[in-house]
């Protein structure tokens, strides 16, 4: 059985915007599903180097470039995640780039918590990703 996601709309008062920007759901529901659940990802490179030194933007990025290299090694999409947590150092910087998101998920918008937190394991980054899945 397939899985099935729905994500609910009424009146549109599910969606967050910011800037007239939608940055994700408030539910989604899942039914018939196989879960699965990536790791906060980072903005390194497969070398293991820090990418955009200074550039939440290219942070941004890289960090959904990984998410979509775990998400294809177990057999799902980016348009099959359902929840994201976001780590961020900078909350501002990273709310000027939300059009990122969307750029990776599209129409299909996970829900979403974000936090600002003083610092992430390498100095140089900016922003972590974890999410989870569902197939």
């Known amino acids: 059985m397939a899985a099935k996601r729905e994500n609910f709309h009424p009146d549109e008062l599910n969606v967050r ?3 007239g920007v939608p940055v994700y759901s ?3 529901s899942v039914e018939g ?3 699965i659940f990536i790791a906060g990802q980072l903005g390194r490179d ?11 933007r290219r942070q941004l990025e890289q960090v959904h470039e990984n998410l979509k290299i775990g998400l294809t090694a177990a057999g ?6 359902v929840q994201t947590v976001t780590y961020t150092t900078d909350i501002e ?3 000027a780039c939300v059009d990122v998101r969307m750029q990776y998920y599209g129409d299909s918008l996970p829900t979403s918590t974000t936090v ?5 394991a390498h100095p140089d980054l ?7 899945a569902v197939v």
Do not use: C, P, T
Not at 46 to 56: E, K, L
Not at 126 to 132: H, L
């Open 17 to 19: 915007r910011v800037g």
């Open 26 to 28: 408030h539910v989604v």
């Open 33 to 35: 599903s196989r879960q």
């Open 46 to 56: 497969a070398a293991g180097n820090v990418v955009g030194q200074g550039d939440m």
């Open 76 to 81: 799902a999409a980016l348009a099959d995640v």
């Open 93 to 95: 910087a990273f709310f």
């Open 116 to 120: 600002e937190v003083r610092r992430l």
């Open 126 to 132: 900016m922003v972590e990703v974890s999410a989870i």
